[in-house]
């Protein structure tokens, strides 16, 4: 299958194909649209593909720049991260460079929080689960002028055996007429965008019936580096990213006045300046204006019973960014996974998470 494209955002040569990898890198970067949308879950057109460039660590664990980073979205608006290379004529040994990089995004990859960061904040995700599915999963992308058909073999070769990361293959054609310049894209190995890749969405019941049934209890506390020392503990519930506050870290937050802190912190622009886009952060798991979350409102009030306040459900997302910033910690994201460890075992929530992928795949 091809797709025709009319190029009109800036003059390309008089030539009948792509002569170097940054005329197409200029052509895709102002069609970002050939790359990828972004869908509602109804599949409705929202936005063409965010594209950026990154340095990131390869598999064997050396340094290098991946020549276009795109993220959008499946059909079912899932965030879809694609890893691209660009070749005018591609040989089957370009195809280990693409491979580096896909086996490069994994845990020990120094760069990965900066590319969390990237697919939370263009993706508008607040969800860490679905943004480490993104960057766990990527798909690859050769987009090349001519290829050799060892190059398409490997590639069929992948595709067979990996079925997390597959590999897609475009041939990217350019030709004129006396009026317009067109781009024929023709898709020559297309699998990432029909394969369904397995996604594992941890529950909040399971996890508490693993707890319960290694019988380490259910109690986490945030990183003491993010809390200037104050021991702050939750329960998580049976409701994903839902928690409970202890009695004790309820009565902490109260003498030590953690809702006005925030308050003062977060009202202040220049305190958020480190991030990239901090109005993002209104949604209903991120509200910016955290001191104005009703639930908090109930806790810390003080005609409430401690008691009774240590039943209100609130979102483990709110918590961490409300903690951050009665301590005055300005980061980049507020992601909420790395930042909580169990109280017992004093092993991160990263942990048990991963624990619980493997006990169910």
Known sequence: MSELFRYNVEKLSDSDDFKSERQMESFLYNNPNILGEFLDEKGSYLDPAVIQQFYTQKGKGREGRIDLMALASNVDGTPVLKI??????????????????????????????????????????????????????????????????????AINDWNKNVSNSPIDLYKLLLFKTTESTYVVLDKIV????????????PSWVD??????????????????????????????????????????????????????????????PKNLEGFKDPEYLSTEYFPKIVWNYQPFKT?????????????????????????LLANKKSISGWVWSNKITHQKTRKDYLYYRDLYKKRIT
């Open 207 to 268: 996890f508490a019936t693993m707890f319960d049934d290694i019988k380490i209890g259910n109690v986490f506390y945030i990183k003491t580096e993010f809390t200037n020392g104050d021991n702050i503990e939750f329960k998580i519930t049976d409701q994903k990213k839902l928690v409970i506050l202890t009695q004790e870290t309820i009565k902490l937050m109260r003498e030590k006045a953690y809702l006005s802190k925030a308050k003062d912190f977060g009202s202040n």
């Open 84 to 153: 691209i290379e660009l070749k005018v004529n591609a040989i089957k040994e370009d195809f280990n460079q693409l491979q580096d990089y896909l086996e490069g995004l994994n845990d020990k990859n120094k760069h990965k929080n900066e590319i969390i960061n990237f697919i939370k904040e263009e993706g508008k995700i607040e969800d860490d689960d679905i943004a480490d599915n993104c960057y766990n999963n990527p798909i690859g992308i050769f987009i090349v002028s001519n290829f050799d058909l060892e190059l398409l073999i």
């Open 190 to 201: 297309e699998v990432a965008s029909v394969k369904k890749i397995k996604r594992v969405d």
């Open 299 to 323: 806790i810390f009030s003080a005609e409430i019973d401690i008691k009774d306040a240590s039943h209100e459900r609130i979102t483990v997302t709110n918590l961490v960014q409300l903690v």
